[in-house]
C-alpha cells in the first residue's frame, strides 16, 4: 500500500481527508441506527467504501465540475459539498431535503447547489445522462469534467454499455466509476460477469480502464487525479473499477448472513479500510492517537446536532406532492 504521503497532498489536506473518511462512517452508521429503531424506513450503507470515494472526490473541482452519483456514494456527496444534516432530512423526508424535497425515498443523493444530478431508483440510469451533461461541456467548449458512479452488479445494464459507447465515439471529458464490491445483493461476480476486472471493459469502447485498490488511499487519488486532468485536456473518458468491500448488508432490508459465510464477513470485517487509514496517519507521524480520538468526538457531536436538527425540521405539506415534479 502506498504511503499517504506520496500522494502530493500537505498533512493537513490529509487530515482533512481522514475526517471526510471518519465524517462518512459515523453518519452512515446513524442512518443505519434510525432504520433499526423505526425513525426512517430505509437505508443503503456505503460502510467500506468511504476511503475510495474521498480520495475520488478530492481529485475533482466541485465548484465546476459535475456529479451523478449511485445510492453508496454518500461520503463522496459530503466531500462534493452536502452536509449531514443535508442527508439525514433525505432520510426523515423532510420539506428541506435538497436531494429532492421528499419526493424520493433515501440515499438518492443530488443539490443543484453543488452540481450534484439526482437520480433514479432504476439502477445505472444515471450513466447516459451523464454522457449529455458531459456532452454539454464538449459543446459549449468548458473545461469541467462529469463523474459518474454505479456498482458492478449495476453496470451489467444496457443503459450503461450505450453511455459508455457513446462517451468513446465522442470522447467526453466524462470519467465513469465502478464500485466493485463483489456483491450484486446477493450475487457474486462469478456469476455477474466473466472479464477478470470490470475495468476491461473500457477497451471496447475506446478509452482506457483502469483497476485500483479501493482501500489505498494514495493509488486512488493519483489515479483520478491523472484522469481528471486528461479529461480536462480534451483526452476523452476513462472506465475507472474501485475495488471496495461492502462491510454490510446489502440494505437495510437485506441479510447478507444468508449468503454470505460468518467467517467471509469477519474476514472482511478485519480488512476495514479506515483502519487501515489510520495505521498509516499513526505510522507516518500525520496524526496521533490523542488527535484521532479527538476528532472521533468531534465527528460524533456533528452527527449528533445534525440528526436533532433534521428530525426537528418541517414536514413537507401534502398538497405540494406535485410541485417539482412536472414542468411547467
Known sequence: MKTLKKSGLSKEELIQAYREVLRGRRLDERLWQLTRIGKTSFNISGQGAEVAQVAMALAFDPKKDYY?????????????????????????????????????????????????????????????????????????????????????????????????????????????????????????????????????????????????DGNDFTEVYLTFKKAVEDARAGKGSKLIELRVSRLTSHSADDDQTIYRSKEEIESMK??????????????????????????????????????????KMPEPLAESLYEEVYAK
Open 68 to 212: 451523478l452519483p449511485y445510492y453508496r456514494d454518500m461520503t463522496a456527496c459530503l466531500v462534493w459539498g452536502m452536509t449531514p444534516k443535508d442527508i439525514i432530512m433525505g432520510s426523515f423526508g423532510k420539506e428541506a431535503d435538497p436531494s429532492s424535497h421528499a419526493r424520493q425515498m433515501p440515499n438518492h443523493y443530488g443539490s443543484k447547489e453543488h452540481n450534484i444530478v439526482s437520480f433514479a431508483s432504476t439502477v445505472s440510469t444515471q450513466m447516459p445522462l451523464a454522457t449529455g451533461v458531459a456532452y454539454s461541456a464538449q459543446l459549449e467548449k468548458s473545461d469541467f469534467v462529469t463523474l459518474t458512479t454505479t456498482g458492478e452488479g449495476s453496470a451489467n445494464q444496457g443503459e450503461v454499455q450505450e453511455a459508455m459507447n457513446f462517451a468513446g465515439v465522442k470522447k467526453l471529458p466524462l470519467i465513469f466509476v465502478v464500485e466493485n464490491n463483489e456483491y450484486a445483493i446477493s450475487v457474486p461476480i462469478k456469476e455477474q460477469y466473466a472479464n477478470k476486472h470490470m475495468s476491461d471493459r473500457a477497451e471496447g469502447y475506446g478509452f482506457e480502464g483502469i483497476s485500483v
Open 270 to 311: 478485519e480488512k476495514d479500510p479506515i483502519d487501515a487509514m489510520v495505521k498509516q496517519l499513526l505510522a507516518e507521524k500525520i496524526m496521533t492517537q490523542a488527535e484521532l480520538d479527538k476528532m472521533d468526538e468531534e465527528i460524533r457531536a456533528e452527527v449528533d446536532l445534525a440528526t436533532d436538527e433534521a428530525e
